[in-house]
């Protein structure tokens, strides 16, 4: 049995602020050392349940955060940029499952540090349905027929996925009281949890479904500012929504909605503000 894990870090147990995912900052590596530790509870029940293929993406900013000295010896790694599928980079019809680690909430929603792949994004929209990184991953995972098994992060990105995803599992390690401060478990507590809920979710692996994402789907990402919308249209393929900072794309499946959206994000972060 093979299993994913895309592993990010805002929502890491008790990360609360930026000071702990920026590599820049003074507590970045203490982070690096729990979000190791994390995603080797996973791969820990993983590893017991029977998968007998663990891959690990490391699916944080440059995605380099993961201590490869420090992995569960069971699992491989995924580490570095640029990967063409980012968050979700080698998924695909050949796992039983995906599981998201240290996921946040959507832009402009309540939750640890959230937001959706950079800070110019407002909205991701798959048709009419708004996503953030974990909907926007989930339905990747759909096309190939794999389901989200659990995803453990903040509490508010856990409702978020159960509001996605009938009968996923779910493992809120911290509590949000505003959007750079939580009340959190401890590492030891944390990990207790997210042993216990792999393992239940591998369980129950059967009671969920692939979110399946749509045929010829249209992205829309609704950008913070015009500039930022301006960059993204360079992308050909692409149009502006009129009297908005919308930028709207015509996909042949979710695979080229998903690269899409890594190009027009990137583009858009080369807007300037003075």
Known sequence: MKLFLSVDMEGITGLPDQTFVDSDKHNYERARKIMTEEANHVIEAASEFGCDEILVNDSHSKM???????????ASLITGD?????????????????????????????????????????????????????????????????????????????????QLIPNIITAPVKTTISRSAVKTLSPKRAGELLQRQASAALENRQNVKPLTPPDNPVLRIEFTNYGQ???????????????????????????EAYQAMLVMTELAMRTTFS
């Open 64 to 74: 380099n955060n993961l201590l490869i000295d420090a992995i569960h010896p069971e």
């Open 82 to 162: 640029v990967k063409p599928f980012s968050m979700v980079q080698n998924l695909d019809d050949s796992y039983i499952g995906a599981m998201f680690l240290g996921y946040h909430a959507r832009a402009g929603q309540r939750g640890v540090m959230s937001h959706s792949m950079t800070f110019g994004v407002r909205n991701f929209f798959i048709n009419e349905q708004v996503v953030g990184e974990l909907g926007f991953n989930a339905y990747v995972a759909g096309y190939f027929g794999v389901p989200v098994l659990m995803v453990a992060g903040d509490d508010c990105a856990c409702q978020e996925a159960e």
């Open 229 to 255: 919308a301006e960059w993204a249209n360079l992308m050909p393929g692409t149009e502006i929504e009129p009297g908005s900072p919308t930028v709207r794309f015509p996909a042949k499946n979710i695979l």
